[in-house]
Nanobody, 123 residues
Framework: VQLQASGGGLVQPGGSLRLSCVAS??????MGWFRQAPGKEREFVAG????????SYTDSVKGRFTISRDNAKNTVYLQMNSLKPEDTAVYYC???????????????????WGQGTLVTVSS
């Protein structure tokens, strides 16, 4: 089982990036994106239930970020628009099974993690 994240980079404030995470070896019940800025704890950004496509977001990214999945490619995406300097962080994709709604924002609920991709929002 492997999660391969990609798509990070340097972007100006107001710009857009799309992150991708390919899951190989298994199809998970839930996948999510977390981020960790220097000196801060890892925080939940967005999540999706694979079977239903139900999504959830942290408040700070609602209306700007969109999580989606491609079943055929076993890939989850995070489209990030209207990026702000405070979005700067290493972004990680994560996956797990049996994650109930109340647990979906907790890193400990996810069993598998990608390697992280750096997103820098700066002028």
């Amino acid at each position: 089982v492997q999660l391969q994240a990609s798509g990070g980079g340097l972007v100006q404030p107001g710009g857009s990036l799309r992150l991708s995470c390919v899951a190989s070896g298994f199809t998970f019940g839930s996948m999510g994106w977390f981020r960790q800025a220097p000196g801060k704890e890892r925080e939940f950004v967005a999540g999706i239930r694979w079977s239903t496509g139900t999504t959830s977001y942290t408040d700070s990214v609602k209306g700007r970020f969109t999580i989606s999945r491609d079943n055929a490619k076993n890939t989850v995406y995070l489209q990030m628009n209207s990026l702000k300097p405070e979005d700067t962080a290493v972004y990680y994709c994560a996956a797990g099974n049996g994650i109930i709604t109340s647990q979906r924002t907790a890193p400990s609920a996810y069993n598998f993690w990608g390697q992280g991709t750096l997103v820098t929002v700066s002028s």
